[in-house]
């Protein structure tokens, strides 16, 4: 038994009112829940998934393994609640990004501001392994893709009624382009890692897609937000 299934049982036994430490030991757990999560996720993101192992990840919390089972069955079960945590992460930053932009095409730079900071150190293995060895975690990353593109849909109708974006684009087309030119970049077959940075062929195609969507009014705005937001790194 551990510590603090000790400091409970015996505070149940002496105490009538031992709610307030049963809620602290709830929010000890998720604490520790949320601590490996985010763990795992850096670790995965660092090395892939594959490569990386129960033992990695409580070695570099200082915890033990055992502590890692008793809130995750296998590996399957962690690396699918990380998949979805990291997924619903990344949709609030997206809904943030949203209420902070002056217009889309800000929408779109302030996005791409922070994929900079996910991909400073991503692995470019990391979607090929989730697709290969973790179907279950993979078909979580396609339900959440779906989110995604409504928000793209949404930036690209935006676009086109302020006179940003080409009146004759197809958001339902360019919106899954958009999302699966994300994907691409981490093909291996298509971009080796010993040949292409991940960072510059994803803010690559960021460049062509949105030089590809918007009017003479809306490139002119581009660039003037791309010097305003010089951490972009945006080619002009």
């Known amino acids: 038994m551990s510590y603090f299934e000790v400091r409970f049982s015996y505070s149940k036994k002496n105490y009538k009112n031992f709610e307030p430490f049963k809620s602290f ?35 570099a919390l200082g915890i033990s393994k055992k502590t890692i089972y008793q ?6 079960q962690l690396v699918k609640e990380v998949i979805q945590f990291f997924m619903e992460c990344e949709h609030g930053r997206a ?15 302030l996005s ?11 692995n470019p293995a990391l979607l090929y392994d989730l697709q290969k060895y973790f179907p279950e975690a993979w078909q979580i ?3 959440q893709k779906d989110a995604f593109k409504e928000i793209v849909q949404r930036n690209l109708v935006k676009g086109m009624e302020v006179g940003l974006y080409r009146y004759d684009l197809i958001p339902e087309i360019m919106s899954k382009f958009r999302l699966e ?3 691409m970049a981490f093909n291996s077959h298509v971009f080796p890692a010993k040949d292409f940075n991940l960072l510059d062929v994803q803010l690559a195609f960021i460049d062509h897609f949105i030089r590809g969507i918007v009017t003479e009014n809306g ?6 937000l791309v010097n305003k937001h010089t951490n972009t790194n945006l080619p002009t």
């Open 71 to 76: 809130h995750f069955a296998d590996k399957d």
């Open 95 to 109: 809904e943030d990004v949203f209420q902070k932009a002056i217009n889309p095409i800000e929408e779109i730079i």
């Open 181 to 183: 030119s994300i994907d």
């Open 141 to 143: 990353y396609l339900n």
């Open 25 to 59: 030991l709830s929010f000890n757990h998720v604490e520790i829940k949320d601590r490996i999560l985010k763990q795992a996720e850096e670790l995965y993101r660092q090395f892939g998934i594959r490569s990386v192992s129960m033992d990695d990840i409580s070695n």
């Open 112 to 122: 791409t501001q922070s994929m900079r900071e996910m991909l400073r150190n991503i």
């Open 219 to 224: 490139l002119k705005i581009y660039l003037e």
